[in-house]
């Protein structure tokens, strides 16, 4: 039977959706399939208590984490026309982020623990908003019209991880400022109720995406690519299988590694439709990596040391300088994702190769 | 026809920002020179380069051992105040405060290693002690509330138990509480003598 033969290979396509690369490319390193191969391997190794010890966590976190960190402003300064759009951003901000981190220094006791707060709490809000922006950008490239109520459905599914996060620890973000007594969350009567939250958030957070995708499957959108569903899954998943502090070098290592390959997506489509453009995709590939691995070096490793020359102690020469490059590349990756008219990014998600 | 995000001509919107590129030239200066900076006190500390762990324990640790542990108090409570949720910092701080004796960063470190590890019975029978000697029997009441439920077996906390109770002024509470002390530990002479003081009160 060719027809439904033909049939059955068009849905398999619409599923699979339009990928960057390769469907497995995709879906492994920037879908998070990967991560979900990792996970049970981890877990059979170490049990729930894993990478904490681990001898190869530095390299990890300078290859993945710190450069991924200093990929947004790599794409920043290199994205076609960022400096005009964004001029604040691109000239303004780095010294006025150098201008308060020193400024921070001078009271750290108080300051350290804001800054703390903000890039902590920050961080899972951040991850889930890249997961929302991966689904959609999927779900556009692949066909699927949104409509505005499954965009919302969308967000609000996506950033159940972060909610989550924010009752599990409260004495990890920025509840804890408005609490007069954290201990209080902690202990009965309060725990219980809190306890039981976090996990049907856990729950919710892993099934809900599968319900908005059989919803946008019997609406007129069109059908979401699977991508956009496992995108969302695993960034839940990094934070509901493994402990609190697990889940966060699980999520970190992940997401570094999902950001690296879509920022790297981007800027090779960027700099090979430049008309002056003379090099291959792996130069590119290359250079973009290189330059994030060696301005990750300098932003983790080196500049901690300059603050501990000026007479800083260790501790606060490198939280503070930590936290507020977290905080810096939140702010810059909330506006070179944009997808407003005219800017590169809608070329390169309509792009087929 | 093919569906998705409609494609615009890249169109770039010019907003004049005088003064950009100094600010700018002026932030990656700094940077660079924060870099070189940085590899020169690296190479001080008898690195080639910053090593790839970013990590402050062992720096912080070296000037702990060298100086001694009341004179760095202020090095590690900055480091236990930012890193609040590093059981290793807070422990420090704990043990550098007691060494120093100052009982507001004592009590400090105990609260955040109760929030930590809320049901560990040896903070929470500590922490009602700070407390007590902080003037705070009321709260340090809950604390050994807490910690008598954690470790039933020890006659610690029940003692701290009868001594939030007798500052509060419920002297027979008092006393069952240190009867239970003794009950646990005969040979107490803190249960004894705040057994005879609640008596005495009632």
């Not at chain 1, 076609?80 to 901000?93: F, H, N, Y």
């Not at chain 1, 930590?322 to 990014?345: C, E, Q």
């Not at chain 2, 609040?84 to 807070?90: K, R």
């Not at chain 2, 906390?157 to 646990?184: E, V």
Request: proline share 6%.
């Amino acid at each position: 039977m060719p027809e439904s033969s033909s049939q059955s290979e068009s849905l398999a396509k619409r599923l699979v959706g339009r990928t960057f690369v390769h469907p497995l490319f995709d879906y492994m390193l920037i879908g998070g399939g990967l991560s979900l191969l990792v996970i049970p391997i981890a877990f059979a190794y170490s049990g729930e208590q894993t990478l904490v010890s681990l001898e190869l966590l530095p390299w990890f976190i300078l290859l993945s984490n710190s450069a991924h960190f200093a990929a947004s402003t790599v794409r920043l300064y290199t994205k076609p026309g960022a400096r005009e759009a964004l001029p604040m951003l691109t000239m303004a901000l780095p010294l006025l982020t150098i201008a308060i981190l020193s400024v921070s220094f001078l009271f750290a006791d108080r300051t350290g623990p804001v800054l703390q707060a903000i890039y902590l709490s920050w961080s899972p809000f951040h991850y889930a908003a890249q997961a929302y922006g991966l689904a959609v950008m999927y779900s556009y490239r692949s066909g699927c019209q949104l409509e505005s109520a499954h965009k919302r459905m969308l967000w609000w599914i996506a950033i159940i991880p972060f909610i989550r996060v924010l009752l599990q620890s409260a004495d990890k973000h920025f509840l804890w400022w408005l609490m007069p007594n954290p201990t209080a969350v902690t202990v009965p009567p309060w725990s219980l109720p809190l306890q039981a939250l976090v996990m049907l958030l856990g729950l919710l957070a892993l099934l809900l995406p599968v319900v908005l995708f059989l919803s946008v499957w019997r609406s007129k959108a069109g059908t979401m690519p699977l991508i956009s569903l496992l995108v969302v899954i695993t960034n839940g998943m990094w934070f509901i299988v493994f402990t609190h502090y697990d889940g966060f070098v699980w999520g970190t290592i992940f997401h570094g590694l999902q950001y690296l390959c879509i920022a790297t997506i981007f800027h090779v489509r960027e700099q090979r439709a430049r008309a002056d453009n003379r090099h291959g995709t792996r130069y590119h590939v290359l250079w973009f990596y290189g330059a994030s691995l060696l301005l990750g070096y300098g932003l983790f490793n080196c500049w901690p040391q300059a603050y501990i020359l000026l007479g800083f102690g260790p501790a606060e020469s490198v939280l503070l300088v930590i936290a507020v490059v977290n905080i810096h590349h939140f702010i810059v990756d909330a506006y070179i994702w944009k997808l407003k008219p005219g800017d590169s990014n809608r070329q390169v998600i309509a792009t087929t190769t | 026809m093919r569906r998705g995000l409609p494609v615009d001509p890249p169109k770039v919107t010019a907003a004049p920002f005088s003064g950009g590129a100094i600010l700018l030239w002026l932030g990656g200066s700094l940077f660079l020179i924060s870099m070189v900076a940085g590899v020169v006190r690296s190479m001080q500390s008898g690195h080639w380069l910053p090593p790839v762990a970013v990590e402050y324990t062992t720096e912080l640790d070296a000037l702990v051992q060298a100086r001694g542990s009341a004179t760095t108090l202020p090095e590690v409570r900055i480091a236990a105040k930012i890193d609040f949720d590093n059981e290793q910092a807070v422990n420090r701080l704990l043990e550098n405060a007691r060494a120093a004796n100052n009982s507001d960063d004592e009590l400090w470190a105990l609260l955040a290693l109760a929030r930590l590890n809320p049901e560990d019975g040896r903070v929470r029978t500590d922490l009602a002690l700070a407390l007590l000697e902080q003037g705070r029997p009321a709260d340090a009441y809950a604390q050994a509330r807490f910690a008598v439920w954690l470790v039933p077996d020890s006659s610690e906390p029940f003692c701290h138990l009868g001594a939030a109770l007798r500052q509060l002024g419920y002297h027979q509470q008092a006393a069952a509480a240190y009867r239970r002390a003794l009950d646990i530990e005969p040979t107490s002479a803190t249960a004894r003598a705040g057994l005879q003081s609640s008596l005495a009160g009632s």
